[in-house]
């Protein structure tokens, strides 16, 4: 469900970005947010996805440590509960058991 009121636009992720990819230090940059993702439409997930991708590729966002911080910091109660089991169970079946 998209946010509208300004209580709910506190609870947006913003993040700091580069206005062109892989610039240095002196590439302008402005802030991100991104709506948090809670048992949305197909619509706002994928608009949610997009903002995320945009956040990776503007911010060089490569660890994967990073880009989970960042999908976990976009998703609430059920999509960040299924994400976290889907990423456990994935490390779980690294590790072998």
């Known amino acids: 469900m998209l946010p509208n009121s300004k209580e ?3 609870s947006y992720s913003s993040m700091d970005v ?5 610039g ?7 802030k991100k947010s991104i709506v948090p ?4 439409t197909p619509q706002e997930w994928i608009s949610t996805r ?13 660890s994967a440590i990073d ?10 109660k059920g999509p960040l509960t299924t994400f976290d089991n889907a990423l456990n169970n994935a ?3 690294d590790d072998g058991y």
Request: no cysteine; aromatic share 6%.
């Open 8 to 10: 709910n636009k506190m």
């Open 18 to 22: 580069k206005s062109k990819a892989g």
């Open 24 to 30: 240095d230090a002196t590439i302008l940059s402005y």
């Open 37 to 40: 993702f809670d048992e949305g």
């Open 50 to 62: 997009k903002d995320i991708m945009k956040v990776w590729t503007q911010g060089n966002i490569i």
């Open 67 to 76: 880009q989970v911080a960042i999908v976990r910091a976009a998703l609430r």
């Open 91 to 93: 490390r779980k079946a």
